[in-house]
């Protein structure tokens, strides 16, 4: 039995004819004689009537104040609705398919609900389906707990349903269909002159999700990387492109000899709507603080740390709970807000030098106020006003060549 597994993104189920498409990816590889599972997102994205944005809505129309269990319950309808219409649409072609919700198929989460963890997955049931020749279609994003309770894996988490999925029925290689043709150097969306990557390695890739490039969902690479699976990021309506391939592999690494940082740089990712702020404190009472800052759920990034000076970015919808505590602190603090995080992203940026020497010119030359900077082995981040965000994108994408 040779099974592979795909999942279907949001747009890539949006519609009657985006699914007549899926349905003929799958139809291409059942001829093939493969097994299929196919994990699916909610139909559409923001705005769409039965995406996962629109009955968050839904649900804190009635009440902002939901509680999470509900929201969780109320957000798992998104994959049952497109899992069940897609397998309906199947059957019409004459391809026998069974769906599944994830409780049905066995996934088992932890019960943090709307940012559960997969804990274990029983996949029994998916063979049991596969031996009977069935397509299984099962519901992307959503796991149960061992008492019962429906549970969500985080925004995006359909990636890593996919993913655990293949790693639990020992697969090798996970397809992931998107709305673009791979893994690109930056969002398209934002950057016109971002290009596919044929290849990229889980740490990079980790990289770019965690700092908010959204195409994959950095959980689904941590379990590709822990089970040594190949994921290939695919587009939906152009199938016969041979997308990007995330392995484990060492990435091209080609050193131009007139400047030698070129070509040692992978990707520039974002994050807008956050916000930098400055708190003037001594390190004993800002130290206290910190877990009251934890226990609100308030992370904090990009901490830059000085005797009299504490600088660090949160995300917006925390600005009130942290104001609320400094106040309680009477600590002396400044708020910028409106502010986006650049990412450049290499794993050869360590042991190449000037690179920061780069980025600090390429943004000043485009007149661009570089606000503060934070960096590990394989990135450096810059915070930039938003309005700001799409030029600093472009200006370090230009700065090295990624393009
Ligand atoms: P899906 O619904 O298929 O899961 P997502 O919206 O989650 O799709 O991810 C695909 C989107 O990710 C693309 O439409 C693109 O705008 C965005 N994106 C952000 N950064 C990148 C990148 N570096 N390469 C490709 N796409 C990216
Ligand atoms: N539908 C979920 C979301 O919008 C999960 C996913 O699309 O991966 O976050
Ligand atoms: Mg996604």
């Known amino acids: 039995m040779t099974i592979v597994v795909q999942k279907f993104g949001g747009t890539s189920v949006e519609s009657n004819e985006k699914m007549q498409q899926v349905c003929n990816i799958i139809k291409d590889y059942k001829d093939k004689g493969l097994d299929l599972v196919v994990v699916v997102s909610a ?19 009635v009440n902002d104040d939901s509680s999470k269990r509900e929201l969780d319950l109320i957000m798992s309808c998104g994959e049952i609705i497109s899992g069940t219409i897609l397998t309906n649409m199947l059957k019409g072609y004459g391809i026998d398919a069974v769906f599944l919700t994830g409780s049905q198929a066995g996934i088992y989460t932890d019960g943090n609900f709307s940012d559960s963890r997969i ?25 149960t707990t061992e008492s019962g309770e429906v549970t969500t894996l985080g925004r995006g988490g359909s990636d890593t349903s996919a993913v655990a999925i293949g790693k639990a029925l020992e697969c090798k290689n996970v397809e992931i269909y998107t709305d673009v043709d791979g893994i690109m150097t930056a969002d398209p969306r934002v950057e016109p002159e971002a290009k596919v990557l044929d290849y990229i390695n889980y740490e990079e890739v980790f990289q770019m999700a965690d700092k908010g490039a959204k195409v994959i969902h950095p959980r689904a690479v941590e379990i590709a990387k822990s089970g040594a699976i190949t994921l290939n990021i695919k587009n939906t309506l152009n199938p016969s492109h041979p997308g990007t391939k995330i392995s484990g592999m060492s990435p091209k690494f080609e ?32 130290t206290d603080i910190m877990d009251e800052i934890e226990t609100n759920g308030i992370s904090l990034d990009m901490i830059n740390f000085f005797i009299e000076e504490k600088a660090f970015v949160i995300d917006h919808d925390k600005l009130n709970s942290l104001t609320e505590i400094l106040k309680a602190h009477k600590l002396d603090y400044k708020v910028k807000e409106n502010c986006a995080k650049v990412t450049l992203i290499g794993s050869k940026m360590t042991g190449t030098p ?3 020497a780069k980025i600090v010119r390429a943004l000043s030359k485009a007149k661009i106020n570089l606000l503060q900077t934070s960096d590990s082995n394989m990135t450096i981040s810059c915070l930039v006003e938003e309005k700001d965000m799409k030029n600093a994108i472009h200006a370090i994408h230009e700065e090295f060549k990624l393009n």
Request: glycine share 12%; net charge positive; aromatic share 6%.
């Open 43 to 61: 139909m559409g994205r923001k705005g769409a009537p039965y995406a996962t944005d629109t009955l968050i809505n839904l649900c804190k129309g």
């Open 119 to 143: 804990v274990d997955i029983k996949p029994e049931r998916i063979y049991k389906e596969l031996g009977e020749g069935k397509v299984v279609i099962i519901a992307g994003f959503q796991g």
């Open 255 to 286: 050193v131009n000899k007139e400047e030698k940082s070129i070509n040692t740089m992978t990707a520039v990712a974002h994050t807008s709507g956050v916000a930098q702020i400055k708190v003037k404190s001594r390190e004993d009472i800002f």
């Open 354 to 356: 000037g690179v920061m």
